[in-house]
């Protein structure tokens, strides 16, 4: 029971936000991705020269996919918890466990993944936003 409410919360949550002028994704992402992505997504924000790998440019993903924004990959990524890393060590977050950690506390462990998996579907789509 508990498991649906927080599944309906979520999804009104999202409803909701397609209408505001800032969208959940949006506010998410400039709470935890700007600070190395930066603010308009180019990935120049004040953290990057801290990093070995240059945050990524997340403007052009599109383009760099022959034009179609590579949605499931981008949430994976975003994700992190079923990705295997091609190279080396991955200086990014793993965003599905620090948002799982966090959400988990409040909806339980059910209702949590379905919070993260919604937040992280936000992201993806606030992202997709910025393409050039
Ligand atoms: C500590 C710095 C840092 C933060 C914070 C960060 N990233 Fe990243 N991100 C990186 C780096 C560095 C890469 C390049 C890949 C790697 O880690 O090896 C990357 C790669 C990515 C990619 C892959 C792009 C591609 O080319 O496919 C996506 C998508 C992404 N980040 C989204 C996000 C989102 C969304 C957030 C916020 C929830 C975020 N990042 C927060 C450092 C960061």
């Known amino acids: 029971m508990r498991f649906l409410i927080a599944a309906a919360l979520a999804t009104l949550a999202c409803e909701a936000s397609r209408s505001q002028e800032m969208s959940y994704g949006q506010a998410e992402y400039l709470n935890s991705c700007a600070v190395c992505h930066g603010i308009d997504g180019k990935g120049d924000g004040p953290l990057r020269n801290l990093l070995v790998k240059r945050p990524a440019d997340l403007t052009h993903l599109s383009q760099r996919n022959g034009g179609t924004f590579p949605y499931s990959r981008v949430f994976a990524t975003i994700d992190g ?38 937040r992280i579907h936000n992201l993806a789509g606030y992202i997709a936003t910025l393409q050039h």
Do not use: C, I
């Open 81 to 118: 918890r079923y990705a295997v890393s091609s190279h080396g060590k991955r200086e990014m977050p793993v965003w599905g466990r620090v948002f799982l950690e966090d959400d988990a506390k409040t909806y339980g462990p059910n209702g949590g993944e379905v919070v993260t998996t919604e």
